[in-house]
C-alpha cells in the first residue's frame, strides 16, 4: 500500500532533550516535507525537499532540521526542543515539486509534547 | 502572513444539500491549487486540485472553482453526505520559486442527516 509513514504516533519530552521524528515513503516520491498544524494557524511548513540531499527552509524553520540522505526518508530533528514546538508534524510527500497534478500525500501524524 | 485565507472556520449543511467551501489566497504566482479532507487523529487527504491555466474541476460530487482575477478557490460538494463532516483545507503552491504549498487555515464542515 502506497503511504507516507512517521513515527512515533505520539512523544512527551522535556526541554532541552534532543528527538528525531521519522518519515518514510515507499512511493518513490522525489518531494518530501514537514509541516507543523497550530489552532487557528493551520499547516506551516517547516521545511521541504526537492530530492536527495537537497533542502530548502519553509515558513517556520527555526529550532528544526532536515536530512535527506535517502529518496525514502526525511527526518525531523530538534536538536533542543522548546515549549512552543508542541505541536502536530505531518510528513507529506509528491511525485514530483516541479509538475503540476502532483498533490501531496501526508502521514497520520506526530503528537509532539514539549514539558 | 497568510497567503492562503479561509474565513469560514466552520459550515453547516443539510444532507443532500450543496456545501460551498471558501478561499482566498493573495500571491499571483500561485500556480496550483488543492483542496484536502481532514478526519480526526488522520493525515489529510487529498481531494481534488486544478492548475492556474483551468477555471474548473470537477470530480464526482466534487467540483473546485477557480477565478484568478478575484483570487478566489471554492469547493462544491453536491449531494453533501454525512461522510463529508470533516476539516477541509484549501492549498496553494508557487512553483516557479521555492515550491512551496501553503495552507488555510482549514473550514469544518458538518453534514447533518
Known amino acids: 500500500e502506497a503511504q507516507v509513514t512517521q513515527n512515533p504516533r505520539y512523544l512527551i519530552t522535556v526541554t532541552g532533550k534532543k528527538l528525531t521524528v521519522t518519515c518514510s515513503q515507499n512511493?518513490?516520491?522525489?518531494?518530501m516535507s514537514w509541516y507543523r498544524q497550530d489552532p487557528g494557524l493551520g499547516l506551516r511548513q517547516i521545511y521541504y525537499?526537492?530530492?536527495?540531499?537537497?533542502?530548502d527552509k519553509g515558513d517556520v524553520p527555526e529550532g528544526y532540521k532536515v536530512s535527506r540522505k535517502e529518496k525514502r526518508n526525511f527526518p525531523l530533528i530538534l536538536e533542543s526542543p522548546s515549549p512552543n514546538q508542541t505541536s502536530l508534524y505531518f510528513c507529506a510527500s509528491s511525485r514530483s515539486g516541479v509538475l503540476l497534478n502532483s498533490p501531496l500525500h501526508f502521514g497520520n501524524g506526530t503528537r509532539l509534547t514539549v514539558t | 502572513d497568510q497567503q492562503v485565507k479561509q474565513n469560514s472556520p466552520s459550515l453547516s449543511v443539510q444532507e443532500g444539500r450543496i456545501s460551498i467551501l471558501n478561499c482566498d489566497y493573495t500571491n499571483s504566482m500561485f500556480d496550483y491549487f488543492l483542496w484536502y479532507k481532514k478526519y480526526p487523529a488522520e493525515g489529510p487527504t487529498f481531494l481534488i486540485s486544478?492548475?492556474?491555466?483551468?477555471d474548473k474541476n470537477e470530480d464526482g460530487r466534487f467540483t473546485v472553482f477557480l477565478n484568478k482575477s478575484a483570487k478566489h478557490l471554492s469547493l462544491h460538494i453536491v449531494p453533501s453526505q454525512p461522510g463529508d463532516s470533516a476539516v477541509y483545507f484549501c492549498a496553494a503552491r508557487e512553483g516557479s520559486t521555492g515550491n512551496q504549498f501553503y495552507f488555510g487555515t482549514g473550514t469544518s464542515l458538518t453534514v447533518i442527516p
Open positions: 512511493m518513490n516520491h522525489e518531494y
Open positions: 525537499s526537492m530530492n536527495v540531499e537537497v533542502t
Open positions: 486544478i492548475s492556474s491555466i483551468k
